[in-house]
């Protein structure tokens, strides 16, 4: 009975270390190697050695206000005191409510309507089902065909794995959903680009065929994220999503943008629809949302959806949309949300960012020349450099890189052939500065 014993609380042993099966992670390596992180505090996370180590990818992309923040410590204990659990099913706890409003005030125009869930995948589950229920009830039951992105990736349910886009997420699961993907937006001549590579149009162009080719009336939503974070930083190019839009509009398909990473300030506003001006019928939301403190996720659906599923011909007493979570709405994942949504505002997060990214953009760039980089990429505070293969292996430098950094004192991200940075919205240059230093070196010294 080792786990109830409080002398062996927080102790680690070979049968703990087995007991975690850790997600993405190389479970093997890690148990011989492990690496472990025990405080956070501003943008620096401590080991259990007591070692700084400075956050530079903000956690999972969440804690861009960084850590330990007392508001949002004092209103999660406040709430949890005075109310912990409600359900949201045919009852409501105000809180709930007030965050809904609080995020449709932030949202684009016509965006007014929130779904509350746990998590990205969860958000991104909602929004396709959401997407397909809408066109059952608007009288198209056909249109159920979701379109994905080469390289995307909407979480691991098997709704986001279906219209996901990265190989290794997705070969161990067999047949998923009926999904089609656009091509991604990695082009060899735009390598190196400083932000927004040009011609996008052309590239979103290629929905015409997909839509020649499944047919508008079998298709319900082309689901992307604004940029891809985990595929590695992959940046729409200029004119990319807007013409996503028109194509949408025209044939009566749906947009929904995965906003779990570009949320909440990455790009520079709120949200990403703002900084590329255009906005989607749906925005899926979650880590940000609470600055990772709490798990939490949202889908924002336009009105006319939501409109959709109240016109239905049901008995007053019928459930619209018969989907949720248990823990939907959860008050006290409400209460972190709404202490987050007032740093945001009370730091100046977005503006921030806007001031920092072109410093960051500057310090990213001035890595090209290192050894096996053949791309950077940035686009607000976030960045990736993508590696040579060591032989036929395309994933060893990365995360060769990503331990020795751990050990240097910054924590990065490695994925697939990428290094990927969303350092804490409230970092300072020259905390940049080192993060960059450290970079170089450890790259350096990476055969
Ligand atoms: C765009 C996007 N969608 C969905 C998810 C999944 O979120 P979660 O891990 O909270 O389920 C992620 C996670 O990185 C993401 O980047």
Known sequence: MAGTDPQKKGRINSES??????PFTSNR????????????????????????????LSGLWCCGLGHGRTEIVNAVSRQMAQLDYSPAFNVGSPIAFELADRLKQIAPENLNHVFFTNSGSESADTSLKMARAYWR??????????????????????????VGGIGGNRKLFGSCLDTDHLSHTLLRENAFSR???????????????LVALHDASNIAAVIVEPFSGSGGVIVPPQGYLKRLRELCTRHGVLLVFD???TGFGRTGQAFAAQTFDTTPDIINLAKGLTNGTFPMGAVIAKSEIYAAFMEQELPEEAVEFPHGYTYSGHPVACSAALATLDLYETDQTYARVRQLAPYFEDAIHQLKGLPHITDIRNVGLAGAL??????????????????????????????????????????????????????????????
């Open 137 to 162: 009830m608007k009288g198209q039951p056909g249109k159920t065909k979701l379109i994905g992105r080469s390289k995307g990736y909407h979480g691991v349910n098997l709704g986001g794995t279906s």
């Open 195 to 209: 932000g927004l590579p040009e011609n996008g149009v052309e590239l979103a162009d290629e929905l015409e065929e």
């Open 29 to 56: 390596h890690f148990k011989r190697n492990p690496l472990f992180i025990s405080g956070g505090q501003g943008a620096y996370y401590s080991t259990p050695e007591g070692k700084q180590v400075f956050d530079g």
């Open 259 to 261: 906003e779990v990473i």
């Open 386 to 447: 993508q590696f040579a293969p060591r032989g036929a292996n395309p994933t060893i430098r990365p995360y060769e890189i990503f331990r020795k950094c751990f050990e240097a004192g910054v924590y990065v991200r490695c994925g697939g052939n990428t290094i990927q940075l969303a350092p804490p919205f409230i970092s300072e240059k020259e905390e940049l500065d080192n993060l960059f230093n450290i970079l170089s070196d450890v790259i350096q010294a990476t055969a």
């Open 17 to 22: 270390l087995d007991a975690f099966w850790m």
